[in-house]
T-cell receptor
Framework: SAVISQKPSRDICQRGTSLTIQCQVD?????MFWYRQQPGQSLTLIAT?????????ESGFVIDKFPISRPNLTFSTLTVSNMSPEDSSIYLC???????????FGPGTRLLVL | AQSVSQHNHHVILSEAASLELGCNYS??????LFWYVQYPGQHLQLLLK??????LVKGIKGFEAEFIKSKFSFNLRKPSVQWSDTAEYFC???????????FGTGTRLKVLA
């Protein structure tokens, strides 16, 4: 299984600012995903990070708010823009390769917006 | 809309008790099924998965799950829990042919020593 790391592990931010979260996978993977886990709720898929093209966003999530980059097959970033307290959440990166129909998750980034 | 229900939000058991966590999903087609576990302070880890074949699947740490297609269920079981099983457990459903995982809201299990 892929080993995934995320930076930062946690952050406290002021409203109106932006935070970029990095996700690094220890092997090349075909698909990378970004999830949000709000307090007391399930994991919700934000978008699929596509290598070499624009990310594919799920309903309710837009590129202006959550711009995503994926410059290669092992790395992706998620930016949470113009943050508000409602963005306080855990943001998770995951990956899935072409062979295994299984997603593996990073440790998450715990974000608190004041 | 597709959804996954985990009816037990919080479960408290004593060590050596048996465990069964419910998971039901709403999707009429073929699915892949997963249980993930998140131990305190750790990240989400795969516990077990079902793609096809024997509907009774065994995972790590003595856990197993049974897929009952007619009931749209994939319940997680362990005959005798340990204090170290204290964690949050998530059921996830992946409609075959798609990349999307739909997660349940999770069940927090606390095992008393």
């Amino acid at each position: 299984s892929a080993v995934i790391s995320q930076k930062p592990s946690r952050d406290i931010c002021q409203r109106g600012t932006s935070l970029t979260i990095q996700c690094q996978v220890d092997s090349q993977v075909t698909m990378m995903f970004w999830y949000r886990q709000q307090p007391g709720q399930s994991l919700t898929l934000i978008a699929t990070a596509n290598q070499g093209s624009e990310a594919t966003y799920e309903s309710g999530f837009v590129i202006d708010k959550f711009p995503i980059s994926r410059p290669n097959l092992t790395f992706s970033t998620l930016t949470v823009s113009n943050m508000s307290p409602e963005d306080s959440s855990i943001y998770l990166c995951s990956s899935k390769d072409a062979v295994q129909e299984t997603q593996y998750f990073g440790p998450g980034t715990r974000l608190l917006v004041l | 809309a597709q959804s996954v229900s985990q009816h037990n939000h919080h479960v408290i058991l004593s060590e050596a008790a048996s465990l069964e966590l419910g998971c039901n999903y709403s999707y009429g087609g073929t699915v892949n099924l997963f249980w993930y576990v998140q131990y305190p302070g750790q990240h989400l880890q795969l516990l077990l998965k079902y793609f096809s074949g024997d509907p009774l699947v065994k995972g790590i740490k003595g856990f197993e799950a049974e897929f009952i297609k007619s009931k749209f269920s994939f319940n997680l079981r362990k005959p005798s829990v340990q204090w170290s099983d204290t964690a949050e457990y998530f059921c996830a459903v992946n409609p075959s042919g798609t990349y999307k995982y739909i997660f349940g809201t999770g069940t927090r299990l606390k095992v008393l020593a």
